[in-house]
């Protein structure tokens, strides 16, 4: 909604709360007692008669006109009901304020000013070299804001980028980079020649990845996208061939040409023309060079609006992005801007999307497009057209843009050499893990058009984490704690895919977690990961077999292999499959018929799932079961289920709470000592001599080793 239609009458009368908003803005300089919340409640409490109230809520929600906000808006289960909050901008108090929702910032309302207008106009960019000063007419400014033209400035994006390249180093811009392959290893410069897509001569060129090139990640969507297949990729590679197809090209497709070529640059990889969609061998080589592609292009176009491939680019062309939304009150004029980066990724169709994770975590340098503006990402900062709450302004800036530096643990870090920090191996130790269990209940939680592409789709960030510690992956599990990754616990509304073998992560569907616990990190910044209890591991399929030995070198045990080794056994290509893999490992195993597993419900703090608590022989809680919300309780009476130990935790005790909030112990502290340690063990269930894994389980150490468990060879499929 532009100034054309916000709201004007002055015989609205604003309420008391904002009132008091505008009384911040008016005293310029606030005292300390006005740096306080002047707008706190849920929705409904916005009047629908106050114009700033409606001002607000259509920050929180932009989708919604100026309707009273209805009660079904608010949660109304036992959850706590969702608020919003305004406050002043600590870092520019009497100018900008933040609009939070839910606990997420949905935006911020700017007073606008002829000091301030390059914080909160985000055409500010069309009065380069007008100074922010008092002297400054308010005529132009209006302009800015009304316009309907509202287009991205290509040069403030070139500038973005060259200002990378010139100032960030090898973190952004090197072409130097190791990639695992399946006959060794190479550089960029080396590596096999893919399709690119020539902007200039509007055709299709294969060239090799160390060729300077833009990458585009968008989602497809329901779009009926334009492909390249065999029978028109000789056709493609024509001079003008994309020229004569451009009516069958998709919207963000072609915008995305445009900007490449807006930009001085000439290639640009697309996967729906730069992989041959019918050539299934190129295919499957390509996915497994997603991390090649990502991680060697010189930036990446992120479509973040829309829903499919025809949502284009907003800002590109005329009147492809609406204006921004203002309100004039007591002789000031409020501007609303966008929220930061963050912030717009997960409020994205995109983020939700499986495929587009490995493409943000892979790239070096990102180009987002949201419906509201765009910003610039690289290893080193971000940087918006406007200002938002958790940027701060550079002072060495010579056009109207805000940037932040970027912490190696941020939401926005990419997955790069910089943030894993792969390169010492002092500081690779107590960081593969978490990184990797990170990253796994990040990607389940997302959706995917293709179960079948549970693997395809994680694929590249699986060779970008080999590139740094080495080892391989079976089954999304990765060799160097092979152990540690088959105790991942599902989450809610799960189904178990029949295709993948029971033992990995990719055989359910949803989020899954590793729980808090393992690995274990002390005050001192130590790391206690859990005791082995197998010594030897066996994959099986019908490519061949592998053995894993978790019980091996310090390195190895903590996911450090080294840059470049291939361990003997399954091809790399095998190790992604959905081939069926049986899993035999020698453990101590316990018949599970003199459990029981209690039906009350325990949540566990770091966990996506719940847990039951487990009954031992005597009747004492012993332990703790996990399962997928709304999942039925296994029966182990019936003969079928066993516990099978994977290792042993001598310094977790993990923290449990039940619905109303109350903290319990995973076990009875009167009759097990709570510093004993737990067994770590999966529930499995035989039919036959195979059994399939069920779900984890944690029992008190010294109740499992009273309980008597007898060692013996487990099959799991």
């Known amino acids: 909604m532009g100034i054309a239609q916000s709201t004007h009458s002055k015989s609205q009368r604003l309420c008391k709360k904002c009132q008091d908003t505008v009384s911040v803005f008016r005293s310029r300089r606030p005292q300390d007692e006005d740096f306080k919340i002047t707008h706190f409640g849920p929705l409904i409490d916005l009047l629908p008669e106050c114009p700033l109230c409606q001002f607000i ?24 009901v969702k608020r919003y909050a305004v406050y002043p901008d600590i870092r520019h108090p009497w100018k900008v304020f933040c609009v939070e929702y839910a ?9 606008l000013g002829p000091d301030n207008y390059a914080l909160i106009i985000r055409q500010s960019h069309e009065l380069a070299g007008l100074p922010c000063s008092p002297k400054v007419p308010l005529e132009p400014l209006q302009h800015l804001i009304s316009s309907s033209d509202q287009r991205v400035s290509i040069s403030l994006i070139r500038k973005w980028l060259l200002e990378c390249e010139k100032n960030h180093g090898r973190a952004c811009n090197s072409r130097e980079t190791w990639y695992p392959t399946r006959t060794g290893s190479m550089y960029a ?24 090139y833009i990458a585009l990640s968008y989602v497809w969507g329901k779009a009926n996208v334009f492909q390249t297949k065999k029978a028109n990729r000789s056709y493609l590679g024509r001079q003008g061939a994309l020229s004569t197809e451009q009516s069958q090209l998709s919207q963000t497709i072609r915008d995305a040409m445009e900007l490449v070529k807006a930009l001085g640059e000439r290639y640009l990889w697309v996967d729906a023309l730069c992989i041959v969609q019918d050539d299934a061998s190129q295919k499957h080589d390509l996915i497994e060079r997603m991390h090649e592609i990502y991680d060697a292009a010189m930036a990446t176009i992120v479509a973040l609006s829309g829903r499919d491939a025809d949502s284009g680019l907003p800002g590109l062309r005329a009147r492809s992005r609406q204006a921004q939304r203002s309100i004039e009150r007591a002789n000031l004029q409020f501007i609303a801007f966008p929220p930061p980066l963050l912030e717009e990724i997960k409020a994205s169709y995109w983020e939700s999307r499986a ?90 939680m997302r959706n995917l058009s293709h179960e079948a592409d549970i693997l395809n789709a994680f694929s590249g960030i699986m060779m970008h984490l080999q590139n740094c510690y080495g080892g391989k992956f079976f089954s999304g599990l990765p060799e160097a704690s092979f152990d540690l990754a088959l105790l991942w616990v599902s989450g809610k509304g799960q189904r178990r895919k029949t295709d993948f073998p029971t033992w990995s992560w990719t055989s359910w569907v949803g989020g899954v977690s590793y729980i808090h616990g393992w690995p274990i990190m002390t005050r001192k910044l130590e790391f206690y990961y859990p005791v082995v209890s197998v010594g030897k591991f066996v994959l099986e399929s019908e490519d061949g077999s592998t053995e894993l030995e978790p019980k091996v070198s310090w390195e190895k045990r903590l996911g450090f292999l080294g840059r470049g080794q291939v361990t003997p056994g399954m091809d790399v290509g095998q190790c992604f499959s959905k081939r069926r893999i049986l899993l035999t490992f020698e453990a101590w195993v ?34 703790m079961i996990f399962s997928a919300e709304g999942e039925p309780i296994p029966v182990l009476k019936d003969g079928h289920f066993a516990f099978a130990l994977i290792s042993v935790n001598d310094r977790c005790e993990p923290l449990l709470h039940e619905p109303s909030g109350n903290i319990i112990k995973i076990y009875d502290e009167n009759h097990f000592s709570p510093h004993y340690g737990t067994a770590n063990t999966l529930l499995i269930k035989f039919s036959g001599v195979v059994a399939k894994r069920v779900t984890v389980a944690q029992i008190q150490h010294s109740c499992w080793l009273s309980n008597n468990p007898q060692l013996m060879m487990v099959q799991l499929e």
């Open 57 to 80: 809520r259509q920050v929180v929600e932009p989708e919604v006109e100026q309707s009273p906000p209805e009660p079904s808006l608010e949660d109304t289960r036992s959850e706590p």
């Open 103 to 111: 606990g997420f910032i949905r935006g911020c309302i700017g007073l």
């Open 189 to 212: 410069d080396q590596l096999k020649e893919t399709l690119l897509i020539d902007v200039v001569e509007n055709r299709l060129v294969s060239a090799s990845l160390s060729q300077r």
């Open 355 to 444: 495929w587009t994770l490995q493409e943000r975590m892979l790239s070096r340098k990102l180009i987002y497009f949201s419906a509201s503006q765009v910003h610039f990402q690289c290893q080193k900062c971000v940087k918006s057209e406007v200002a938002v709450s958790s940027m701060r302004t550079d002072e060495s800036r010579t056009t109207n843009t805000i940037s932040m530096e970027l912490s190696p643990d941020t939401d926005l870090s990419p997955l790069t050499d910089q943030w894993v920090r792969c390169r010492n191996i002092g500081e690779t130790r107590p960081l593969f893990f978490p990184v990797y269990s990170r990253l796994v209940q990040q990607y389940t």
């Open 590 to 623: 316990k018949v599970a018929r003199e459990f029981t597993i209690d039906e009350k419900v325990i949540y566990v703090r770091g966990a996506s799932s719940v847990a039951h608590p487990i009954i031992d022989p005597q009747g004492r809680h012993c332990g």
